[in-house]
Nanobody
């Protein structure tokens, strides 16, 4: 079965760091563009970062540029999101998505809470 499983979320203080991981199984992960989305309470789901299948291209929403880094290790079927200098506005459920043509797979999310 196809699965994307996020991990690494938790409670951190403003200015802290977290690294999220997304482990894929059941499909050819190395052929898929992968993204991180987030959804805060009462807000729409937002695209945060994207990485191409080989990892040569990345893109970020303006609010996280310079603070977040997306990367992948295809041999491990895993994509990461390193989050530094976290702000309360980053609080959200973070979701991993893999895409190839019409195929789209979603993880169930991991919660990030930034609060003092």
């Amino acid at each position: 079965q196809v699965q994307l499983v996020e991990s690494g979320g938790g409670l951190v203080q403003p200015g802290g760091s977290l690294r999220l991981s997304c482990a894929a199984s059941g499909f050819y992960f190395s052929e898929y563009v992968t993204s991180w989305y987030r959804q805060a309470p009462g807000k729409e789901r937002e695209l945060v970062a994207t990485i191409s299948s080989a990892g040569s291209f990345t893109n970020y929403v303006d609010s996280v540029k310079g603070r977040f880094t997306i990367s992948r290790h295809n041999a491990l079927n895993t994509v990461y999101l390193q989050m530094n200098r976290l702000k309360p506005e980053d609080t959200a459920m973070y979701y991993c998505r893999a895409l190839r043509g019409p195929e789209r797979y979603w993880g169930k999310g991991t919660l990030v809470t930034v609060s003092s």
